[in-house]
């Protein structure tokens, strides 16, 4: 009780509310990461009251996750690479006027997802961090290649699974441009400087899902009208999907599963969570064409990695992502090293900071909810005033990462490959994946290769490992079986 006063105090409501807001703001804006929002902040706090300074950043932190899924489903645009897998499933609402709907339950799914999280960060974080310490390189690329796995449940009727895997690869292989982690050689940078640390994906995802959306309005001999039955629909207050909590659920627990163990993201758990729902879901096939299950389980999934990676930050000393990284420098520089005294000897400051994040969800869901109404109309907005707009935002977004006019030449790279490729039939998603997760997926196994003395049986040693590979061949089966009949149903046609 002594603690929940600390929280509730006005001074500390007010760093809360501030921080959360300011995070949401954030993530709604390309190229402005949860990352780079807590890095800069963090040495401001340092002629703060550690208990405050330690609240604005955590608050920062849980909006700005949740704010990275407003423009992914009103412009096909990520505030944040975790919620490309929103965008997936919410645009398509937006366009559908249901737009409004897909707001509301992202704002509830990512509440679920980091209200589930920080509770477990509460509850269990010392015996969870002790379990995550079994968790190695070779897991990882396991992990990664779960995540992969959905490229193969991209191919349906529109995109053949050759497609689809081809474009996975590509994207994998424009993964690995620039220097080699583990031996440090330069790959495929062609002299450039700008290259050698690697194509950075935000500058991509702006380009394949913002500005590839605004080429293609613009190459349309007629424009867009507005239907006058979208602007009523998207005037309603819809109920939620009967059946949407089962995949809060599963998001929630993906999530901060994979927030707990060290080194890994929100991304990869919102495309996890994402996939996982598309193997239940008795819908597949609205699946890319505005499916709000979609949306529940990746706003869930990527949410609850923010309790979920604090738990090794605060027990370990070693960060589940690079918020929680950032994070941890603010508990150092206020004289709290994470580990067990963080629990001990600092409670009075640990115990209020992880209740802060309670709050901190309470303020976004109320933020969210309040403004979804007037955020759907977005959608609305004529083609001719939506291009120009949207094309500055996604330039500006781009630029504002590093500072770099070459990331903008990227982004406008990117935007037309990624028409080029759409119009040949190949999956953009699919090359986003191999983009975000291939990267994840070759440390893990160069590591796992290193450790295991060049010997595969790494991967498949450990009973964590094995349990895995199961889940992996789970995930791939359904599809494939799925494509083979496509295929024989083809053949069948064919013959008559």
Avoid at 374 to 396: D, E, Q, T, W
Avoid at 479 to 491: D, N, Q, S, V
Wanted: with cysteine; charged share 10%.
């Amino acid at each position: 009780m002594e603690y929940l006063a600390v929280v509730f105090a006005p001074h500390s409501l007010l760093s809360i509310i501030i921080g959360t807001i300011a995070g949401v703001v954030i993530g709604a804006m390309p190229g402005l990461t949860a990352t780079m929002a807590v890095g800069l902040l963090v040495p401001f706090t340092y002629t703060m009251d550690p208990v405050l300074g330690l609240m604005l950043l955590g608050g920062i932190y849980s909006g700005a996750m949740y704010g990275g899924s407003i423009p992914a489903i009103l412009l096909n645009t990520p505030g944040t690479p975790a919620a490309v897998a929103t965008a997936i499933e919410g645009y398509p609402m937006s366009r559908q006027g249901r737009g409004r709907l897909a707001l509301k339950i992202s704002v509830i799914a990512s509440f679920v997802g980091g209200m589930f999280s920080v509770l477990i960060l509460l509850m269990f974080a010392p015996f969870l961090a002790k379990q995550a310490l079994h968790f190695g390189p070779a897991e990882t690329f396991l992990l990664a290649l779960m995540g992969l796995a959905g490229i193969v449940s991209i191919a349906d009727e529109e995109t053949s699974l050759l497609k689809a895997l081809l474009a996975g690869v590509l994207g994998m292989i424009i993964a690995i441009v620039g220097t080699d982690s583990m031996s440090g050689s330069l790959r495929y940078t062609m002299g450039s400087i700008e290259l050698i640390d690697g194509i950075d994906f935000m500058p991509a995802l702006i380009g394949l899902f913002s500005m590839i959306q605004m080429l293609e309005i613009a190459g349309q001999r007629e424009s867009m009208q507005i239907d006058a039955s979208v602007l009523k629909q998207a005037q309603k207050s819809e109920p939620m999907p009967k059946g949407i909590w089962k995949y809060m659920a599963l998001g929630s627990g993906t999530g901060t599963v994979v927030g707990i163990l060290p080194g890994e993201g929100a991304t990869i758990a919102a495309f996890l969570s994402y996939n996982f729902s598309k193997r239940l879901s008795k819908t597949k096939a609205m699946f890319g064409k505005g499916a709000p299950e979609g949306i529940a389980a990746a706003e869930s999934g990527n949410n609850g990695c923010v309790g979920g990676s604090l738990v090794p930050t605060l027990t370990l000393g070693i960060p589940g992502n690079s918020v929680a990284a950032a994070l941890m420098g603010a508990f150092i520089i206020h004289g709290m090293i994470p580990g067990p005294d963080l629990f001990a000897v600092h409670a009075d400051k640990t115990y209020p900071f992880i209740y802060s994040l309670f709050i901190a969800n309470i303020v976004f869901l109320i933020t969210g909810i309040s403004v979804a109404p007037y955020l759907a109309r977005i959608a609305l907005i004529p083609p001719a005033i939506m291009v120009p707009v949207i094309s500055a935002f996604a330039i500006l977004g781009s630029y504002s990462l590093k500072q770099s006019v070459f990331d903008v030449y990227l982004m406008i790279g990117f935007a037309f490959f990624g028409l080029f490729l759409k119009k040949l039939g190949y999956s953009l998603e699919a090359l986003i994946l191999g983009l975000i997760l291939g990267p994840i997926a070759e440390h893990g196994f160069s590591q796992g290769m290193i450790i295991g003395k060049g010997s595969p049986w790494i991967f498949f040693a450990s009973p964590i490992a094995k349990v895995m590979w199961v889940i992996i061949i789970l995930l791939l089966l359904p599809p494939l079986i799925a494509h083979g009949k496509r295929m024989l149903r083809g053949a069948a046609r064919v013959d008559r």
